[in-house]
């Protein structure tokens, strides 16, 4: 079953306007929970409108209102306005602050930078948390995996200062300071607290990169000492990866720069039965944006076979976010009671069902629920 632990933002208060940001210790913001929100709709390249549709679907028949203002970003902004991150986009960011997105195509080695680096820096997205649960019904090997990824978003090896030095010879600047590593810690381990969690688990290379990822460790340790009753460990990346895919239990919350918990991000999601599955979110003082952690899946993309789980689980830790938790709660139990009854499944999970469907099949089990 998915978690049904609360997320950061969930201590809610009512404030007059939801259109003003209220900074809290751990960096997210209260939401008026009366009005209908307004939220700016992203459904991205590839997979990314058939996965988002399913998701704004689900919401709905979840009973939640939203007036969703829909904006193109990534490659499909680029071939309608010839500009991949159009002013209307980043204009309504600034009004909703809260975004539900689909995956944005960025080409290797060559094109514009990443539009999701770009947003997540230019709202100071900092916070990335991806949540990563064994599902009752999809068999892996192993059961009851239950890991939180907590990834900085704002700097490493992403600051995009590349150049070449001389012809066969570039350099890539990695930049990690100690006020984005002190946040992200505090984040990870408010997050901790909040939910009850047992340990939070800082991943470096800092036996290799002694000044970078020595300071992340520096900063992360610094703020452990105000968290006594979580536990605080530290391990290096390659071997917490071996670790990871044998004894997954062993982690709980794990606190990483932004490019390892990239990678890292990724491989969890294999423990669980794929990137079909697990949602995600990034979160700032003034804003976030909910998305999948799989990106535009070109090889499946506009075949309706893409698994729709994890942008409809990214849709309900919107719902969190927006004071609706109990519709969140409906979406992730109708979502785990279709994966457990194993009879509608899309294929990346070893079913035939394709996107529509399984969607459907959701639909269906929340009705259910309700009646
Ligand atoms: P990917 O996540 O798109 O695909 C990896 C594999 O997982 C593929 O085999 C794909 O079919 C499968 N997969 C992904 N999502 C799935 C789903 N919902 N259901 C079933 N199978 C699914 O990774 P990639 O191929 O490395 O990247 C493709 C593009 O996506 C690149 O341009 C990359 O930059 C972009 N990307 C975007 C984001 C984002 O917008 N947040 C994240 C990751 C990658």
New binding site residues.
Partial sequence: MVSRSIEPGSTRTKSKTRSLPRSRKNGLRAIRTGAVPAVTLIP?????PE?ISAAVEVIKAAGVKIDWDRQAG?AAALKRFGNPVPDELLESLRRTGVAL????????GVGYR???VFLRKTFDLYANLRPTHSFKGVHTPFRNVDLIVVRENTEDLYSGIEHEVAPGVVESIKVITARASKRIARFAFEYARQNRRRSVTAIHKANIMKLSDGLFLKCARAIAKGYPEIRYQEQIVDAACMRLVTDPSSFDILLLENLYGDIVS?LCAGLVG???LVPGANYGDKGAIF??????????AGKD???????ILSGAMMLDYLGRGAAAARIRAATGAVLRSGRVL???LGGKAGTREMTDAVIRAMHRQRG
């Avoid at 689909?102 to 290797?108: C, I, K, N, Q, S």
């Avoid at 998305?291 to 499946?300: F, K, L, N």
């Avoid at 076979?305 to 942008?311: G, H, R, T």
């Fill in positions: 991205g390249d590839g997979v990314g996965v990534g997105k689909g995956p944005l195509e960025t080409r290797v990443s539009i999701n990724d794929g990137l079909g998305e999948a952690v799989h990106g535009t899946a070109p090889d499946i076979l893409a698994n729709p789980i994890a942008a899309t294929r990346d």
